[in-house]
């Protein structure tokens, strides 16, 4: 039997005159060598994508470029792992660009669970969708509904920011890719927790926006194989 190969984590800290890189990973994810291996490839991507963009640019002057992320462990279970990244990378202009993703990894079976694995019905994301389309635009009217504009421009608002929701939901798996379980005390699945980086709900000044769907709602559309893992039957 081959020897499972632990890669080696390190957290990074590079300065130099062009760039800030900081990089943290928690302990004990090397003890899930696939799902570690994932986490230094979005990592290295990442740095490659701030160095890249050091050596192109035009600007004199301009302070350093900047990459920060942190690797969270968010629940560890014999049949769930959650790894979470928040982080942010700056290559010039008016901010930075939010650096967000979520993995579930199955431990017993040392591979990632993603939200195609779980539905994999196309008539399941319509009615997904739906639902996440309802929270996302009740957020939307509670957020617009404090703001000082007129009754005019609090319309033409909603408009557009409706548009942006529906565009950033369409009913497909790859919109919906970003999620995390919401677990009980019993390690089971009580909800999933869909999240969406800044522009595709929303604005940029928006940042994440999150949607609760309870399991209650979804467990019906759970491919069998992985019903095992919610709180709710039914």
Not at 71 to 90: I, K, N
Not at 132 to 144: E, F, K
Not at 150 to 163: H, L, N, P
């Amino acid at each position: 039997m081959a020897q499972v190969v632990r890669p080696a984590l390190q957290d990074v800290l590079e300065t130099t005159p062009g760039h800030i890189i900081g990089v943290s990973y928690p302990s004990g994810l090397a003890r899930y060598p696939g799902l570690a291996a994932q986490a230094q490839r979005f990592a290295e991507d990442a740095r490659m994508q701030v160095l890249q963009a050091e050596k192109q640019r035009q600007a004199a002057g301009e302070g350093p470029f900047e990459l920060s992320l942190e690797f969270q462990l968010r629940h560890e279970s014999p049949d769930l792992v959650v790894l979470a990244v928040d982080g942010s990378s700056f290559t010039g202009g008016a901010h930075g660009t939010p650096l967000i993703q979520r993995w579930v990894w199955l431990p017993r079976e040392g591979r990632m669970l993603t939200v195609a694995d779980l539905f994999p019905q196309p008539g399941s994301w319509e009615r997904i969708a739906k639902e996440v389309r309802g929270q996302l635009n009740a957020q939307l009217s509670q957020r617009l509904a404090s703001d000082d504009v007129t009754a005019a421009e609090r319309a033409e608002m909603m408009k557009t920011a409706t548009a942006m929701i529906d565009g950033g939901t369409e009913p497909r798996a790859e919109n919906f890719a970003v999620f995390e379980p919401v677990l009980d005390g019993d390690g089971r699945i009580r909800a999933l927790r869909f999240v969406f980086p800044p522009y595709q709900v929303g604005a940029y000044a928006e940042g994440m926006r999150t949607v609760e769907l309870p399991s209650a709602r979804l467990v019906a559309d759970v491919a069998p194989a992985y019903r095992r893992l919610f709180g709710a039957t039914g």
